[in-house]
């Protein structure tokens, strides 16, 4: 099925994150793991609506100077959520 909006490709940059779980009285990380479901969520829905690939830029050599700990945070989620979402992101 052609996407019904014509698209063949949609590109997103992830950003904010961390600040809108700060916003939340979150910790960082948190809204890390949220941003990972809303990414999984939107890649569903780029499936159903015929969109064949989805580019995500995620992080940046300006990241990788955050504590260590969200780093790794970071690192560890995207294998997960790449792991348990092979199927949908092939």
């Given at each position: 099925?052609?996407?019904?909006?014509?698209l063949?490709?949609?590109?997103?940059?992830m950003?904010?994150?961390?600040?809108?779980?700060?916003?939340?009285?979150?910790?960082?990380?948190?809204?890390?793991?949220?941003?990972?479901?809303?990414?999984?969520?939107?890649?569903?829905?780029?499936?159903?609506?015929?969109?064949?690939?989805?580019?995500?830029?995620?992080?940046?050599?300006?990241?990788?100077?955050r504590?260590?700990?969200?780093?790794?945070?970071?690192q560890?989620?995207?294998?997960?959520?790449?792991?348990?979402?092979?199927?949908?992101?092939?």
């Open positions: 099925m052609d996407s019904r909006a014509g063949k490709h949609l590109a997103i940059i950003d904010g994150n961390g600040r809108w779980a700060l916003s939340q009285g979150l910790p960082r990380i948190d809204g890390h793991a949220k941003g990972a479901e809303a990414t999984v969520n939107i890649v569903k829905y780029c499936c159903d609506l015929g969109i064949k690939e989805v580019s995500l830029f995620g992080m940046s050599t300006e990241n990788t100077g504590p260590i700990a969200e780093v790794s945070f970071i560890n989620l995207v294998a997960e959520i790449c792991t348990d979402n092979q199927k949908i992101f092939h």
